[in-house]
C-alpha cells in the first residue's frame, strides 16, 4: 500500500507528457487517479495504461461548464476529492510586441482561468471534507521571466500569487494549496516550442547548473510529495524543479 492509497486524484493535462507522469506517480503511491485531459483518447489511453480503478474523464478547463460537469462526474463516482493536480497548460513563443492577442486570451484561459475553475468546483469539497491536497504546476516563468513567453509568464505569476493566497483561506479547513515551478523539461510540447532546435536546446542545457533538463517523472516526484501526508505541514509553498535554473 502506498501513501496515497484510495486517495480520489484529479490530474489535469493527463493524457501526455508532465500530466501524465503525475497520473503514474499518484497511481504507484496507491492514488485512485480521474484522468483528465481536453483529448478524450489521450485520456483514455492513460488511465487504461494505468490500471485499476483509474478512469478518464475529459475536460476543457478554460471552460467553467466543462470543468464543472467534470467534478460532477467524479463526486457522482467516488463522493470524495482527495487530491487535484493543475497541470493543463499550454503556451505560444514569440515576442510580446508581435503576439496575438488571441493568443492571450487562449493562455490566460488555460493556464489561470483553468486552475481557477477546477480550484473553484473542488475546494468547496475539500473544505466540506476538512481535508484535501491541491498542487498547481506554475513555472519558473512566473518566478523570474522568461524571453519570448510574456503572457505565460503573468499567467503562471498568477497561478503562484493565487496560491498563496488560496492556501491562507482554506489552510482552517484542512487543505493544503502548493505549487510546482518546472525548468524545462524533455517532453513534446518542450520539443513543439522550439526544443527540438539543437541549438535552443544546448544554450538552455549550458544555463541549467546541473546541465541537462528535466525529466518528467522529476516534476512527479515533487508533485507526489506535496500531495502527500509527508507534505502534512507544508502550504502555500512554491517549489521550483529545475536543476538549479532559479535560486531562491
Same mark, same amino acid.
Request: with cysteine; proline share 4%.
Given at each position: 500500500? &502506498? ?8 490530474? @489535469? ?54 470543468? %464543472? ?93 493565487? @496560491? ?21 523539461? %524533455? @517532453? ?7 526544443? %527540438? %532546435? ?33 507534505? &502534512?505541514?507544508?502550504?502555500?509553498? @512554491? ?10
Amino acid at each position: 500500500m &502506498g501513501d496515497l492509497e484510495g486517495r480520489i486524484s484529479i490530474v @489535469t493535462g493527463a493524457g501526455r507528457g508532465i500530466g501524465r507522469a503525475i497520473a503514474e506517480a499518484l497511481a504507484a503511491r496507491g492514488a485512485t487517479v480521474v484522468v483528465s485531459d481536453l483529448d478524450a483518447s489521450s485520456g483514455e489511453e492513460v488511465a487504461a495504461a494505468l490500471g485499476g480503478p483509474a478512469v478518464a474523464i475529459p475536460a476543457d478547463v478554460s471552460s467553467r461548464g466543462s470543468v %464543472d460537469a467534470m467534478a460532477a462526474a467524479v463526486l457522482e463516482r467516488f463522493g470524495r476529492v482527495d487530491v487535484l493536480v493543475n497541470n493543463a497548460g499550454w503556451d505560444v513563443a514569440g515576442p510580446f510586441v508581435e503576439s496575438d492577442p488571441a493568443d492571450w486570451d487562449r493562455v490566460v484561459g488555460i493556464n489561470l482561468y483553468g486552475m481557477l475553475h477546477t480550484c473553484r468546483a473542488v475546494l468547496p469539497v475539500m473544505v466540506g471534507q476538512g481535508a484535501g491536497a491541491v498542487v498547481n504546476l506554475g513555472s519558473d516563468a512566473g518566478r523570474v521571466g522568461s524571453s519570448g513567453e510574456a503572457v505565460y509568464s503573468a499567467a503562471k505569476g498568477g497561478v503562484i500569487a493565487f @496560491t498563496k493566497a488560496v492556501a491562507r483561506e482554506t489552510a482552517r479547513h484542512g487543505v493544503r494549496v502548493n505549487c510546482v515551478s518546472p525548468g524545462p523539461t %524533455d @517532453t513534446a510540447l518542450f520539443a513543439s516550442m522550439g526544443g %527540438d %532546435d539543437p541549438k535552443l536546446r544546448e544554450a538552455l542545457v549550458r544555463a541549467i547548473p546541473m546541465r541537462r533538463l528535466a525529466r518528467p517523472e522529476e516534476i512527479a516526484a515533487a508533485v507526489a510529495f506535496l500531495a502527500s501526508d509527508e507534505a &502534512g505541514f507544508v502550504t502555500g509553498q @512554491t517549489l521550483s524543479v529545475s536543476g538549479g535554473l532559479t535560486m531562491s
